[in-house]
């Protein structure tokens, strides 16, 4: 069974950078994708990026592409999403989630079979 934990979530001004952690365990966490999402009051949950074990293969959403950079620590077992230029309404809890592959094009987080517990991410004004 895989298990993620995030962390690095945050208050910051916007226009600032945060980056989230998730650290990943389970004996099979290797055979899965890894994604991060977020989810804002009264939203479904949203599609950020994605990317492979091996950093080879990353997606992001429009909204972030440019912003946003998804990699990964294969020696720490961990992916990160460092965010730059933070805006508003980038608010939200932001959730680490793996998934079986293939990698849809844009995942929907029913795709997704594991979850962190999210962490929140405060972008003031």
């Known amino acids: 069974q895989v298990q993620l934990v995030e962390s690095g979530g945050g208050l910051v001004q916007a226009g600032g950078s945060l980056r989230l952690s998730c650290a990943a365990s389970g004996s099979t966490f290797s055979h899965y994708f890894m994604g991060w999402f977020r989810q804002a009051p009264g939203k479904e949950r949203e599609f950020v990026s994605t990317?492979?074990?091996?950093?080879?293969?990353?997606s992001y959403a429009g909204s972030v592409k440019g912003r946003f950079t998804i990699s990964t620590n294969n020696a720490k077992d961990t992916v990160y999403l460092q965010m730059n230029s933070l805006k508003p309404e980038d608010n939200a809890v932001y959730y680490c989630?793996?998934?079986?592959?293939?990698?849809?094009?844009?995942?929907?987080?029913?795709?997704?079979?594991?979850w962190g517990q999210g962490t929140q991410v405060t972008v003031s004004s």
């Open positions: 989630a793996a998934g079986r592959f293939p990698v849809p094009s844009v995942p929907h987080w029913y795709q997704m079979g594991v």
């Open positions: 990317i492979t074990w091996s950093g080879g293969s990353t």
